[in-house]
């Protein structure tokens, strides 16, 4: 079967998914949503922040698989979940998101991410916008605008410790600016107030900060990459915002590759109210799994449990040579359940590595080069090709460790020659 063909056919299997969903999971999806409550009850303290769209992601494999991503953190979702992932992604990424939310509220976003070496930035912008309108006792429409919300992302990080046994360990900063505008409204009698919906308006500056490692632990496949990552971080850490404390959140992650098509990611999360910490909210988690299917098709699925908010998501990513297209149905436990709650679509543009494949297949042709040349005692052309081996890539242990033993080779065979010569 051809690749188009194929992707087609997995794009009408999605489709059929989440129309039975929404056909058949009414009563189901009602049923879970009143257990959730009745079990985990209401938060008492939910909704005492500021700047809602720092809660809400974008889109992309992030929300697909619930939040559970601060450990993952291997695409250009990483942005709004670890500061720390940008200095360890494998390609230069721009992206597109649209997330149609609830009440006819919408959030558009744009990302870019790169990488230098051992040093990763990006930056983002995402804004949230809904229609306000106002209406006087008799029905009459008094007043209209939009209620917009927005935040511009700005992120570095720097991988220390990196090697060809160890992924190393990131550490990231992101320094996020919110802003939040309501359009002006009534007095008693029907007159718009100048100014009014300034008043309302903020501003705010916070920070993200972050750690991300990766190593490999109880892998079950052969490959050169990490099978596990963890994260810990904390978000949204700022000052009060007319007196109302920002959305600060402290969590700690992980994710684990048992097979190569499979990853599962845990992240626990713990929000804290900074103005009165007893304030804060319950402690909430997210359970993502991600599978690829084939080449060009993953699923990705995730769940994330919150007192008065739980959510259940799936989703699929398609990638059509350097354009990835990622699409993610999400049910809200809230209180009435709606079959389909919610969908966000995300393209991604693949803008290349800046060579770092290129370069580590030259590395390891070199590497295999200088072996060969060691077999047939060829030292002095190893030597070559682990150097420039070596060269290109200073971090490419195999190379040091064969530079090591042919030291110590002919160290030895000098040591024989020099013991000859004071026999005769």
């Not at 056909?23 to 005492?48: K, P, Q, V």
């Not at 008799?138 to 511009?152: L, M």
Request: aromatic residues 12%; proline residues 4%.
């Amino acid at each position: 079967m051809s690749k188009k063909p194929t992707v087609f056919a997995a794009i009408l299997v999605l489709s059929s998914l989440v129309s039975l969903w929404a056909a058949e999971g009414s009563e189901f999806f009602g049923n879970a949503s009143d257990y959730l409550n009745n079990l985990y009850g209401i938060d008492d303290n939910a909704g005492l922040t500021v700047f809602p769209v720092l809660n809400i992601p974008m889109g992309g494999r992030s929300e697909g698989m619930a939040g559970a991503f601060s450990a993952l953190a291997d695409d250009i979702s990483f942005l709004e979940f670890n500061p720390a992932g940008s200095s360890m992604l494998g390609k230069t990424e721009l992206a597109f998101f649209h997330n149609n939310w609830i009440a006819d509220t919408k959030i558009e976003g744009v990302a870019y991410a790169t990488r230098f070496g051992d040093w990763g930035i990006a930056a983002g912008l995402k804004w949230l916008y809904l229609p306000f309108t106002e209406y006087n006792l008799y029905g009459e429409r008094v007043s209209s605008g939009y209620y917009s919300e927005g935040v511009a992302i700005l992120n570095t990080s720097y991988n220390f410790l990196q090697s060809y046994y160890f992924g190393g360990v990131s550490l990231g900063i992101s320094i996020k600016g919110a802003f939040r505008m309501m359009p002006d409204y009534t007095d008693n009698f029907d007159n718009i107030i100048d100014g009014s919906g300034l008043s309302q308006s903020a501003a705010m500056i916070m920070a993200d900060a972050g750690l991300l490692t990766r190593f490999d632990f109880l892998k079950g496949y052969s490959a050169r990459e990490r099978n596990t990552s963890a994260a810990i971080l904390i978000r949204n850490l700022g000052p009060s915002s007319m007196g109302e404390p920002l959305p600060t959140v402290a969590t700690a992650a992980i994710s684990y590759k048992p097979i190569r098509p499979l990853t599962i990611a845990v992240d626990f999360n713990l929000p804290l109210n900074l103005t009165d910490i007893s304030l804060s909210e319950m402690p909430y988690g997210s359970l993502g799994i991600s599978a690829n299917i084939a080449s060009f098709l993953s699923m990705h699925a995730g769940f994330m449990l919150k007192p008065g908010s739980s959510r259940l998501t799936i989703g699929s990513e398609i990638n059509l040579n350097a354009v990835s297209l990622n699409i993610n149905y999400t049910l809200d436990f809230l209180t009435q359940m709606q079959p389909l709650n919610r969908i966000s679509v995300g393209v991604s543009l693949d803008l290349g590595d800046r060579g770092r494949a290129e370069i580590s297949a030259r590395v390891d042709e070199l590497y295999l080069l200088g072996l060969e040349a060691y077999s047939r005692g060829n030292l002095e052309d190893a030597r070559l090709c682990w150097e420039e081996a070596l060269r290109l890539n200073p971090r490419f242990d195999p190379a040091r460790e064969s530079m090591v033993m042919l030291e110590d080779r002919e160290g030895l065979i000098q040591r024989v020659d020099d013991l000859y010569r004071l026999d005769f």
